[in-house]
Every structure is written in C-alpha cells, then in structure tokens.
C-alpha cells in the first residue's frame, strides 16, 4: 500500500483532529498529547449460588468474541469497542449458563455478577474464548496468562509463548521478540504504562532466555507487531504492553515446585471491595534440572536466581484506583562458552529492579491514566577481554487522557523519562575478537539523557462499517538533536459481519540506545533512526474460529552501524516485507481441542559491517535475524476429565551468517578476522517438538493442586544455532543448542 492511498482521508480526518484538539483540550489548558479508541470496559466476578468462584469460566458479549476468562477467584476483566445495549454470558463446563443485559459507554466500567448453577453436560461442550486478536484498526494479539504458561515448549514464559504468533521470528533458544524482520531492541516493553527497559533475564544480543515479568502477575497482554497508535513511541518495530493483577477479591495462597525453581505467592484483601495486596516471590535452582537431564557439567555456575514482587491496590470511589507494583529480580550464571575463535568461562549477574505507581481516574468528560516510575539495573560480566560493569537508572512520568462521545473518541498523552547510564569497564574495539590479547577500549563514564514526548489522535466512525485513526506523535532526545516528527493513521473496514480488512501508514522514530553512545567515539553525532510501516489484511472471526492474513513493507534509513573501534554512525539503510498467516480454533479450558497455527515469510536486508581486519566496511545483506519461513502448529487436547496434553512444533528457516575468510596480524599481536561477504551463509534450519502433560486435581470446594510434566525437544535435534573457530580461524565448527531432549516435572497448589 503506498502512502497517496490513504492521504485524503488522512488530511480530512488531521482537520477534524484540529478541531477536536482546540475545542476539546480547553479545560486542560492546551496540555500536548494524543488519543486513540477509548475502550468501555467489564468486570465482575463468576460465582456458584453458595458464592464461591468459578474459576476459567467464560464470560462474552454474545455474538462477538469479545470477553475473557475468569481467574481462579471467578473473576473478570475486559474491554470491547462494542457500545450500547449488549447481552453478557457466562458459562462454564459443569454449570448452566446465565445471560444479563448491560449498557456500555466509552470510557466507563460495568460491574456484572453471574450466579451458576450447576448441570450436567458432555465434557466436549465448546465455548468461545475471548483471547484473541483484538478489533479495530489497531491490529494487535492479546494473550492471557493461562494461554502462555500452557503452551508447550514456553517454559510458562509470556515472551516464549508470544514467538509462536506470526510475525515474530525467534532465531534459536533465546525469548528476545524480532518483530518483522527488526532487531530485538527495536519492540518496546511497557508494564502499566511503564517501560521496562531490561524485559529479559539472562540478558544476550538475542534478547534473553526468559522474559523478566511473569505471566501469572498480569492480567493480559496486547502485542502489536506493526501499524500501531502513536500512542507509543521510540520503537521501530513493535510493543509489549502489560497490565499487572487488580486488586485480589479473597484469600490466597499459591504454591509451586518443580525441578528447576520454588515460589510462594499470596492474595489477601486488606479492606473489603477497596484495599488488596499480592506478593509472591521464587528462587530458581537449575542445577537439579540439569542433573536430570546430564548438563551440569557445561556450567561452573548453574543458572540461579531469585525474585520477588509486590502489588498494591486502592480502589477509591467509583472510579478512582492506586496501584503500586514492584519486581526485583537477581540472577547469576558461570559457564564455558565461545565465541568467534576464542572458548572461555563466561562469567555474568545481574540485578534488575522497578517501581511503579499508576492513578486512574475519571473527571467527566476525561478519563485520566497517570503512572511514576523508576527503575535501575546493574550487571557484571566477563569473558576473556571483556571485562565491564554497567548500569542503567531511569525515572518516568507519564500521563494519557481520552475523550469520547458516539463519534468519536480523542486522546492526549505525554512522556517525560530521565536516564542515566553508566559504563565501566574494558571491551574489545572488534566484536569478533575477544580474547584476552584482543585490542581493548577502557571506559569509566556516565551519561544522562533526557527524553520527552508527546502525542494527539483521533479515532472516529466515518460510515457505520469504516472506522479511521489518524494520530501526530513528536519526540525529543537530548543527544539526538532535532526533535523527530510521525504521522500515523489507519482504515478498518467490515466488509461483513464478522469479516474485516484493515490498512496502516506510520512513520516511527528510536533513539540509538545509551550504550551506543556510551562506547562511540566519533566526531558525528548519532540520531534518530527511522521506518515506515505499510500494512494491508483481513481478519475474520466466528465463532470458535480467528484467521487472519497481512502484509507489509518496512524501509528502514538512517539505522546505527557500527563504523569502526568505537565508531559508529546513522549510515545504515534496510527493507523488511513479508506475509504473516494466522488460524485459531477455540481456549484452553474453555473448548475440548484448542491450539493455533501460524506462517511468516520475510525477507530482511540491512547495512551491516564486514570487518576486514584492522578496518570496517559497510555492506548491505540479509540481516541475522531473516529467517525466510517460519511455521509454528500448538495444539492443546483434554484427553479425559481433567487431564490435557498439549504439543507445539516449530520449524524455521536457519540464521544467515557473515563467514570468516581470512585474516589479518597486528602489529601489536592479535589475529583479527576478514570477513566474507555479510549473511552470505545461513545455518541449518531449526526444528523442535515440544510436548506437555497437565492434570488438574481440584478437592475442598476452592483448593486443587495441578500437576504438570513436559519433553522438550523430544525428537532430540541438534539444532545448530552458532558457529565457533579455530585459534587461526582456518577450522570452522557448528555450535549445537544446549536444550537437547529434557524432561521437567512439577506441581501448583493452591489454597
């Protein structure tokens, strides 16, 4: 889709978004910022007649798929574009379904309570899920906690289970998100409003190997992999936006173990149907699971770590809520590793800590969302000449306000975050030679940086089946220069009742990261870096049914590459496009079978550096993380009563590589390495079974226990997923994954 195609509609929908903005803002005294589709949202609890709650009870506006699932106190939340007049079901297996006629409004919260009773049905009796991809012209996948940490082979990991959605390319065992042909830096994590700016534990280039937030602390998920509201910004390619627990409705108590971790976490209502608390906290001990499974002999220091998290929420008034939420996590890990012609102990820990308050409020005609955050993280690690310490503090405020009527709905919102990173330490002046002798740079620096920005868009119903957002996102960096500017819009057409096609433009701005500039020596200054995103598809959905198909074409320029020893520049250029292809059948607990398949084709080029010994050149070639095809299958089945066995398997095109093909002696001593032409080699693909066994046992009316075994890679496929050398780079050898076939066990009780 080329831009023309939408510029009317794009110019007469910036008119009304003036108007709006200079009519609508004045009780805010002209306040900057932005607006989408202001939701309504419903809430309410499940119960039996004796009024204990009905856990993973479905609850649905009927004739959409619009709802959500209940949690194991029976209760519910979600939000829907629907307005008006709506009749609300819930249902459960084993229980009779009740329906209740509400009225929803933009911006307003009902309350319902459903009261089941009990009957007698066939186990296989199918219920529609509301975990799905949402509606409208922001196209984005929502997963629920109860999805993720049963989908096989996630390890009961939310950034796992989101690569098995299109669109995500996952090269190798890593969780890290390369959303559309982008790197992993370039998708944002937002907790509550708050950016997460450290999401994965065990951090690597590939992201990490877990994701830092886990599932069971949120509420749900919307992850949006292109063509998104200028709601968010300082992100290329995609977002992660969570939402933490509410308050807990009653008492209690959770429990697990397993062979690689501990937790205990614990709900208690402090004052009724105002004040509650959740904490909870784990200790991961993976030098069973290795035993287990004959691994512990690849560590010196096995994965550990510990966590803990607190939630804190005030709901005040009608509309009015406070919500604290605090995580901090510490991990450590000793193992031999290689990289390039160098083989060596790694040695890493890291500490990773963030605060969060959010004020929700409404002060009609405004519904107003305010968060403070901060955050800081350190780490240490050292492998042969790599030896640095660096750390990364950041405070935020952030504030967006809507307006809604019948027509339309307006947004305005701003950002104001302060960083300060802080680097010490000795690293290599080239990434593929690090061994000790290698040529090192000694930095003992710290840089602040300040970053601000605001948005304005407007959401409206130009015909009863077209829908439009058009949107005006500005920020600015302090050591970026100018301020950078991105217009935004969007069409969703219903072509018919339960089929849509859809059509995005942006433009979208990032910020080099801090530690870029931390190590860049350069006399040039680096700036933003910079995409457009073009996006057509159809969505369509029935019943226990969601397919979806979309295309899309990101040009990138001005992207940061690296020049030479401590040099870089925004001399970079690139292009991804690709297809994403998505089905889905039925909800876990919900309906007897369920699971999804997904398919991405992409193709991604990029600016990239071919060392050439002692100096750099800059070439463009597929980027590291163009995988050209990538298929996922996730099936889930209850084979009897409460017994379910699940599977996934996933099948990826291999990584491309820049192959070493020759090498260069410095005076100094070191060998250094000539690369061939960049990504002119690709490893072999990946393929893995994963299977998982559940049993859910429940006794004493609100307790039960589930148990749980998995078989990861069950085939046992030595997937190759890096390459290491020979001390003289003349023997080239394939690195294999360390998740060979592992068998884990464990077990969640809760009181």
Known sequence: MHIWLITPILLAMVARMLTLILFGLLPFGGVFSSAVAQPAFVQGQVQTPEGTGIPYANVRIVGTTDGAATDEQGRFRFETRRRGRVELQASAVGYEAETRTSRLTSGDTVRVSFVLGL?????????????AYSTGPGETATLGPTEAVTTPGANGDLFRALQSF?????????????????????????????????PYRYESPAGGTFGAVRPFLVDGTQFSTGGFSAQYGN??????????????????????????????????????????????????????????????????????????????????????QLKLFAFARHS?????????????????????????????????PWTLETSASWSTYSSEKRFGALNVTPTDQSGTLRMDATRSTDDWTLRVGGTVERRHYRFDGTFPTNPAAVAPDAPTRTVNT?????????????ESNLLPVLTARVGLRTDVHSRAGRPVVDPRGGLSWRVAPHTHLRA???????????????????????????????????????????????????????LVVRTGASRYANAGSGLAQGLDLFAKYGAFLETRVNGWASYSLLE?????????????????????????????????????????????????????????????RQPSGPLLPIDGPVGSKRLPSYQRLDLQLSYYWPFNRQQHVIFYAAVNNVLDRANV????????????????TNFRRSVYVGLTLTL
Do not use: C
């Open 119 to 131: 009957t007698h049905v066939k186990l296989d009796e199918a219920v529609v899920t509301g975990e």
């Open 332 to 364: 450590r890990v000793g193992v031999e590793t290689v990289q390039g012609a160098y083989e060596g102990l790694y040695r890493g820990s890291s500490t990773n800590q963030l605060y969060n308050l959010q004020w929700r409020t409404r002060a009609r």
């Open 604 to 664: 991604s080029r990029r600016t990239q550096p071919r060392d050439r010994g002692a100096t750099v050149q800059l070439e463009k070639g597929p980027a590291p993380f163009d995988l050209t095809h990538q298929a996922t299958v996730v099936g889930k089945v209850r084979v009897v009563n409460q017994l379910r066995l699940g599977a996934t398997y996933r099948y990826t095109t291999g990584q491309p590589f820049t192959p070493v093909v020759g090498t260069e």
């Open 446 to 458: 710290g840089l602040p940086a300040t970053r601000a920005g605001g948005y304005a868009e407007v």
């Open 166 to 198: 299109p669109g995500v390319a996952s090269p190798g065992d890593g969780a890290g998100l390369f959303v559309r042909g982008g790197d992993v830096t370039e998708t944002k994590t937002l907790l509550d409003q708050a950016t997460v700016h450290h």
């Open 721 to 736: 997923v890096d390459l290491a050398y020979s001390a003289d780079y003349a023997e080239r050898r394939e690195r294999t």
């Open 504 to 558: 995005a433009w942006g433009l979208y701005h990032q910020f080099p990261e801090l530690s870029t500039y931390s190590e860049h020596t350069g006399p040039t200054s680096l700036g933003a870096q910079h995409t457009q995103h073009y996006v057509m598809g159809v969505r369509h959905e029935r019943s226990d049914w969601l397919l979806r198909v979309e295309a899309y074409r990101k040009p990138y320029r001005d």
């Open 235 to 320: 992100a290329l390619s995609g977002v992660l936006a969570m939402e933490s627990k509410d308050r807990p409705q009653q008492s209690r108590r959770y429990v697990n173990l397993g062979l690689a971790a501990a937790s205990l976490s614990f709900d208690q209502p402090l004052i009724e149907d105002e004040l509650g608390l959740r904490v909870s906290g784990n200790r991961s001990f993976t030098g069973l699971l290795f035993r287990v499974n004959g691994r512990h002999s690849d560590f010196v220091t096995v994965p550990q770590g510990m966590d803990g998290n607190l939630g804190l929420t005030w709901d005040y008034g009608e509309t009015g």
